[in-house]
């Protein structure tokens, strides 16, 4: 019985050291680059050069990290697909979902959408204000979110 117990403590030492020690950081080559990323950011974001691609491993997770020129940032998740958009200037109309664009030009009719980010069960956009809206994934509105 008691060895039993050291081993089940061993193989649960050794899962917790393993997770821990995947975290973890890789600077993309160009060639690296998955294609989904790369079409991404030549559909959307044609007048802008990728300056750095990181893929980004903490435990069990894996998130792309990419640099844009004029000081974009995306982050896409494991699955390649985008999650978060973050700018300094207007986000192109391809890259916001048109009910949002819509109710951003009705109801923020001076200002422009310059952040959007998935998370969990809804979407957030920031305005050039600073205010940021939360909307549902329909692109309903739900709230502004200080």
Known sequence: MKAK????MIAVALTAVILIGCDQEKVLTASEIPSEITEYVS?????????????????????????????????FNRKKEITDIDGNTKLPDTVIPNEISQYVATNFPNNVITDWELEDQHQQVG????????????????????
């Open 5 to 8: 117990n050291i081993g089940f």
């Open 127 to 146: 305005l050039d204000n600073g205010a940021d809206l939360e909307f549902t994934m329909n692109g309903d509105f739900i709230r502004i979110d200080n």
């Open 43 to 75: 559909t959307h974001f044609p007048n802008n050069n990728l300056l750095q691609a990181v893929e980004d491993r903490d435990g069990l997770t894996k998130t792309y990290d990419v640099v844009l020129s004029d000081n974009i940032t995306l982050e």
